[in-house]
C-alpha cells in the first residue's frame, strides 16, 4: 500500500463519506477535506480527521462564520484555488469525489506533481478528457479509477491488450419502461435506483442512460480504445462491474458486491489488496441476466457515442447540458424524456472540436449551460 496522506475532495458526497470510512479501516493519515459549502455533514467529517486540514470552496458569508465557530483551533481556508493546492502538494494521493466540471483543475494539479489520483469525478474525463491523459503522461503521476466499472476494467486489463470492453449498466428505475411511460416519469420515481445508493444527480443519470454515456466516454480515454471497442450491455443485478473481451475470445468478468467502499479501497492499496468493510459476496442462489440497452427509450446513450466521435468539446457539452437539465427535471420544470432532448439539441447547435486548455473547457461548459437554460426554459 502507497502509506501516502490522503486528500479527500467533495468529502461530504456519497463518494467522500465513504473514502473516510475506508481510510479509518486502513488507518492511512488523512491531509484534507475538501467540501463545495459549511454544513453539519462537513463539521462531523472534519471531527472524525482533528489533524486534516479543511478547504471550502463557496457558501455565504454567514455559513462561513458559522463554521469558522464550529472548527475553532482548525487549519480552515475558504478558497477554491486552496482545493487545487491541496491536490498538487507532491506526495499525496488525492481522492477526486467533486461533482461536476468544479472537480478538473484538482485532477490536473494532482497529475502535475506526479501525484496518485483516484479518480471518482467523471467529469474530469468527459470534459478535458485530452488534456487529462496528456497531464498524467507528462506528470508521471498514476490516475486509478473509482467507479465502479471503470475500477473493474482497470483491475481486468492490466497488462493485457484487450479486443473490447464491455460496461455493464443496471439499466436504473425504468428498465423495460416505454417512451411514453418515461414521458410521465417523476423525479421520486427515478430517484428510487434498484441496487446502488449515490447522490441525486447520478441517481437521474442512471435513470436515463446518461451515466452509461459518461461512462462510455470515460473508458474511452482512460484505456486509450476506440469507440467501436467499447459496448454497454444491461444487467440489472450489477453483480459484474464490467467486463474484458480478449484476442481469443475469452470474457473476464468482475464480480461483487455493490458497495463503493470496495473500488475505493482498491484505488488506494493498488497493486495490494486488503480485507474492506464490505459485506461479503455468496455467488449461490444468484442468477444473472444480460439485454441489449434501449436506445429508443433512452437516446442519450447514443447521443454520448456520438459526442465521443465529434471531440472533447461536443461531450463537455454533453455533460454540461445535462447537469443542466437534471437540475430542471428534479425542480420539476422540465419532464424525463426533456433531459435527453436537451442534450440532443444543445449537441446540434454547439457542435465538437478538440479542447486543449483548462480555460477553452470552461468555456464550452459554460456555452452548453447557457444554452440548455434556454432550451429548458423554452420547454416550460
Ligand atoms: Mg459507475
Known amino acids: 500500500m502507497s502509506g501516502r496522506p490522503v486528500v479527500i475532495l467533495g468529502v461530504t458526497g456519497s463518494i467522500g463519506r465513504q473514502t473516510l470510512e475506508v481510510c479509518r479501516h486502513l488507518d492511512v493519515q488523512v491531509a484534507a477535506i475538501a467540501a463545495r459549502r459549511p454544513s453539519p455533514e462537513l463539521v462531523d467529517a472534519a471531527r472524525s480527521v482533528p489533524d486534516a486540514g479543511v478547504v471550502v470552496t463557496g457558501g455565504s458569508r454567514d455559513e462561513r462564520e458559522w463554521l469558522s465557530g464550529e472548527l475553532t483551533g482548525r487549519d480552515v481556508q475558504f478558497d477554491s ?63 486509478i479509477p473509482v467507479d ?77 480504445l476506440d469507440l467501436d471497442r467499447i459496448q454497454v450491455v444491461v444487467h440489472p443485478q450489477s453483480i459484474v462491474h464490467s467486463l474484458v473481451e480478449l484476442e481469443d475470445g475469452a470474457l473476464l468478468a ?27 459476496f455468496s455467488l449461490a442462489g444468484v442468477s444473472m441476466t444480460f439485454e441489449e440497452p434501449d436506445s429508443k427509450a433512452f ?10 466521435r465529434a471531440g472533447d468539446a461536443a461531450t463537455a457539452a454533453y455533460n454540461a447540458a445535462d447537469e443542466v437539465a437534471v437540475e430542471a427535471f428534479l425542480a420539476g420544470r422540465l419532464g424525463f424524456t426533456g433531459i435527453s432532448a436537451v442534450i440532443a439539441t444543445t ?16 468555456d464550452v461548459d459554460a456555452r452548453a449551460r447557457s444554452v440548455a437554460a434556454g432550451l429548458v426554459a423554452g420547454a416550460c
Open 347 to 362: 449537441l446540434e447547435m454547439l457542435g465538437g472540436g478538440s479542447v486543449s486548455t483548462v480555460e477553452e473547457a470552461l
Open 299 to 308: 437516446p442519450a446513450l447514443d447521443l454520448a457515442f456520438d459526442a465521443c
Open 254 to 280: 468482475h464480480i461483487g458486491v455493490t458497495d463503493m467502499r470496495v473500488p475505493i479501497q482498491y484505488a488506494l492499496t493498488h497493486p495490494e489488496r486488503s480485507r474492506t468493510p464490505a459485506p461479503e
Open 81 to 143: 484555488g486552496a482545493m487545487i493546492q491541496a491536490a498538487g502538494v507532491p506526495g499525496r494521493l488525492v481522492v477526486n469525489g467533486v461533482v461536476g466540471a468544479a472537480g478538473l483543475r484538482s485532477t490536473l494539479a494532482a497529475l502535475e506533481a506526479g501525484n496518485r489520483l483516484a479518480l471518482a469525478n467523471k467529469e474530469s474525463l468527459v470534459v478535458a478528457g485530452g488534456l487529462v491523459m496528456e497531464t498524467l503522461r507528462r506528470g508521471n503521476g498514476e490516475l
Open 148 to 224: 465502479s466499472e471503470h475500477s473493474a476494467l482497470f483491475q481486468l486489463v492490466e497488462g493485457q491488450e484487450p479486443r473490447s470492453l464491455i460496461l455493464t449498466a443496471s439499466g436504473g428505475p425504468f428498465r423495460g419502461w416505454s417512451r411514453e411511460q418515461l414521458d410521465e416519469a417523476t423525479p421520486e420515481q427515478a430517484l428510487r435506483h434498484p441496487t446502488w445508493t449515490m447522490g441525486r444527480r447520478i441517481t437521474i443519470d442512471s435513470a436515463t442512460l446518461v451515466n452509461k454515456g459518461l461512462e462510455v466516454i470515460e473508458a474511452h480515454h482512460l484505456f486509450g
